[in-house]
């Protein structure tokens, strides 16, 4: 679990905030995840980054804005978000699919949000 | 269309009993099978992974079972610990691709 970190753990927000959750890999991995975790659903992949380049970007609204500066780094940038996007953000990282790695993914321990 | 079903929702056990959860899917084309464990307000945390042409997998108490003809995995736990209480999450994945398919787990519960 320690391979990839998030903070903050827990974030409180109202509607008109900007915040940004940060995610960091210590596994030398070179694809990063972000996921939205709400109650009673699965897992939904929001974005993925491979050798810092988006390569999949699933439908998800503007008010969540990605970057990935390296291939250690991660943020989701949120603004003007709504009650419903209160969730549990979840960021992992593996080996990029073409490189011949495991494909394993390693979660990071996520962060709740709260909008208020 | 890509899906992963897990049942039961959730289930509940006595401490030291066994217990078997099942993950039923249709992706293609198929890669590899996980299964995660994830307590809750954590990240999921990996028990297994399968390639096409594994059967069997174990990890400690846990043992998964692939059937790529079926399309069906089992995961089971062998002399419950009240630890094992957690989501148990079945992962399936797309060769070549980043597509991630995630069930929406089973809920175990494990009483004292």
């Known amino acids: 679990e320690t391979g990839v970190t998030q903070t903050p753990r827990h974030l409180v927000m109202g509607m008109t905030n900007k915040k940004s959750l940060k995610c960091e890999q210590h596994?030398?991995?070179?694809?990063m995840y972000w996921y939205k975790q709400s109650a009673k659903k699965p897992l939904e992949l929001m974005f993925v980054?491979?050798?810092?380049?988006?390569?999949e970007n699933n439908s998800v609204p503007s008010r969540f804005s990605p970057e990935c500066p390296n291939s250690s780094h991660l943020f989701l940038h949120l603004h003007t978000l709504q009650p419903e996007d209160s969730a549990l953000y979840l960021c992992?990282?593996?080996?990029?699919?073409?490189?011949?790695?495991?494909?394993?993914?390693?979660f990071g321990p996520g962060t709740r949000l709260t909008v208020t | 269309k890509n899906q992963v079903e897990q049942s039961p929702q959730s289930l509940i056990i006595l401490e030291g009993k066994n217990c078997t959860l099942q993950?039923?899917?249709?992706?293609?084309?198929?890669?590899?099978l996980r299964w995660y464990k994830q307590d809750t307000g954590r990240g999921p945390v990996s028990l297994t992974i399968?390639?096409?042409?594994?059967n069997t997998k174990s990890n400690g108490r846990y043992t998964a079972t692939l059937d790529a003809d079926t399309k069906q995995s089992s995961l089971h736990i062998t002399a419950s610990q009240l630890s094992d209480s957690a989501s148990y999450i079945c992962?399936?994945?797309?060769?070549?691709?980043?597509?991630?398919?995630f069930g929406t787990g089973t809920r175990l519960k494990v009483l004292a």
């Open positions: 993950c039923n899917y249709t992706v293609s084309p198929f890669s590899n």
């Open positions: 399968m390639t096409f042409s594994e």
């Open positions: 992992a990282s593996s080996q990029e699919p073409g490189t011949g790695g495991s494909y394993e993914q390693y």
């Open positions: 992962v399936v994945s797309a060769r070549g691709t980043y597509k991630y398919i």
């Open positions: 980054y491979s050798l810092e380049e988006r390569v």
């Open positions: 596994l030398g991995h070179n694809a």
